[in-house]
């Protein structure tokens, strides 16, 4: 039997992220896997897949809002599936998804999967925005073979909001990690010992760190305020915020009342924020809403102590007060109370961080992961490769 072939379709594919374990580790015996992005260059760290021998298109769009060049792009994309004899297109994100299902329609032959990693944050929206979003969704189900998505969470929101519409088979397959990748790797006590002297933290203050794009739903206005009131008491701790974005000079002014108890870090590379986290003692992750947090995973790869709200990935992966240690969402006291039991207890964040480690090891590394795709894209193949 000839080698099933897979392309799958991203805005960008960066180094150890999720997608790039299922493009680089799927077996070759059994699948001819080809990667096509809108951008020739990744956002944090490149694939290197031409060197390889993984065939990697790009399909120009040159920004997200560059609606006409969505529909150019899926007339490319009917052809390379057509050059490249492509047994499945396996797109990636929301424009990706649309794209594909317009290929799929000028070339049918390709099986389709859309794998849906945003979660509720398209009813934030309103008027014709939220409605012409949603008819794009439901137009590219329309064309999906299976839709992929990384929760049950997931999954059951995706059939409450398209209730009107027949939808295709729906799949639940976690993240998969890499995790003997360096950025992974758990901190020496040197060298956690070592930055912190860098940076001026003495051994006996508590390093509370945040990552992530900084907006309103990613709940750091109530980490500053759960923080603020741990100050206000006397904790011995340290706030660190790694990251930017559009509400950035929102929580630097909020913050300006805690002087240096308070660092912005701003956007750092992949092997700066491994040291940010990996020094820290407590990673807090208070956010509204996420698909799969990639912070949880860091978090706790690197040993550390985890906050996080009770959102998809998080409820479906962790155990409260075992692997981490789980909050309400949006729940300010609870995040406060969290962090005040955490700063008391070292050894706690230990136990926490050791756990963690152990749990995501055993159940997200890609090469148990990948067993899902795997026979995923057997069965959509079945019969229709010889």
Not at 304 to 326: C, D, K, M, N, Y
Request: contains cysteine; glycine residues 4%.
């Amino acid at each position: 039997m000839s080698p099933i072939r897979v392309l799958h379709l991203a805005r960008v594919v960066n180094r150890y992220d999720f997608i790039d374990t299922i493009v680089r580790y799927l077996p070759r015996d059994q699948f001819f896997t080809e990667v096509a992005t809108f951008q020739a260059y990744p956002n944090i760290q490149s694939p290197a897949y031409e060197q390889i021998g993984i065939p990697h298109h790009v399909i120009p769009v040159p920004s997200m809002r560059a609606y006409p060049a969505y529909l150019k792009a899926a007339t490319k994309l009917a052809r390379l599936l057509k050059k490249r004899n492509i047994h499945i297109l396996h797109t990636h994100h929301y424009w990706e998804g649309l794209v594909g299902a317009l290929a799929k329609r000028l070339y049918p032959a390709t099986k389709l999967i859309i794998h849906r990693h945003y979660t509720e944050d398209i009813t934030r929206l309103k008027g014709w925005k939220a409605k012409t979003l949603l008819y794009f969704e439901q137009f590219s189900y329309q064309f999906a073979d299976t839709i992929v998505v990384p929760t049950r969470t997931i999954h059951n929101f995706v059939i409450s909001l398209h209730k009107s519409i027949k939808l295709p088979k729906i799949v639940d397959i976690p993240y998969g990690f890499e995790f003997e990748a360096e950025k992974y790797q758990p901190l020496s006590e040197q060298e956690r010992l070592d930055f912190r002297r860098i940076h001026g933290v003495a051994e006996d203050t508590c390093i509370v760190t945040n990552v992530g794009s900084h907006r309103l739903q990613k709940g750091q206005v109530e980490l500053i305020q759960a923080f603020a009131k741990l100050v206000r008491e006397g904790a011995r701790a340290v706030l660190w915020l790694v990251g930017d974005g559009p509400d950035g000079i929102h929580l630097r002014k909020i913050a300006e009342p805690l002087g240096d108890k308070v660092r912005f870090w701003g956007w750092q590379p992949p092997e700066m924020v491994r040291l940010l986290m990996g020094t820290s003692d407590i990673i807090a992750h208070p956010s509204y809403s996420e698909a799969f947090p990639q912070v949880m995973i860091e978090a706790l790869a690197l040993e550390r102590a985890l906050v996080i709200s009770q959102v998809s990935g998080a409820v479906e992966t962790l155990t409260h007060t075992e692997t981490a240690w789980l909050i309400p969402v949006g729940d300010t006291t609870e995040l406060y109370k969290a962090l005040k039991t955490l700063i008391a207890n070292p050894e706690l964040r230990t136990s926490l961080g050791s756990a963690g480690r152990r749990h995501i090891l055993a159940k997200l590394h890609y090469s148990v992961i990948n067993r899902s795709y795997l026979h995923l894209y057997s069965e959509l193949c079945s019969q229709s490769v010889s």
